[in-house]
């Protein structure tokens, strides 16, 4: 590892990041509940499919990629102490909050099919949604140290 305190700091932050990112692809990014009851027991079987949305149906794996990238970056920025490898958690840490504020978030509140058919349909964001985007913060700010401090 680098050895000094900011590099253990740029570590920790990029390393979380990375398996943020990848558990966030595994969760829900939002579900529908009816009437204070979850969807998938009330729902007709047709609607049911679209009661919780995950990670994979989402992005299709590209939180994993990203996450592993992360990781493979926070070695880099750590160990290597490279500006480049702090640039590159920036980018990715960027591209993870625009794919959760940009083409999560407008989708988190919508009831969709569900709504459609149900009244008391509600929709909200799963924990697969908040992961992200603390994921991508995290890489961000490891980027931004890493950047920020010489040597």
């Known amino acids: 590892m680098g050895g000094t305190p900011l590099s253990s700091v740029v570590l920790v932050l990029a390393g ?26 009330v729902a007709s ?6 009661c ?10 590209a939180l994993v990629l990203l996450g592993v990238f992360t990781l493979a970056m926070a070695w880099g920025a750590t ?17 993870v909050l625009a794919i959760g504020l940009l ?3 407008p989708d988190v509140f919508s009831e969709g099919v569900v709504g459609a058919r149900y009244a008391a349909a509600m929709a909200a964001p799963g ?23 010489p040597g």
């Open 52 to 61: 919780a949305t995950s990670g994979f149906e989402r992005h299709s794996g």
């Open 103 to 105: 083409g999560d978030l």
């Open 79 to 95: 160990a290597g102490r490279s500006r480049a490898a702090g640039a590159a958690l920036l980018l990715v840490g960027a591209t």
């Open 16 to 41: 979380m990041a990375g398996l943020l990112m990848i558990a966030a692809e595994f969760l829900n990014v939002f579900s529908v509940d009816v009437g204070g009851t979850s969807c998938e027991v």
């Open 45 to 50: 079987p047709d609607v049911a499919d679209f």
């Open 127 to 149: 924990l697969g949604f908040w992961l992200e985007l603390v994921g991508g913060a995290l890489a961000l700010a490891a980027g931004v140290v890493r950047i920020s401090r």
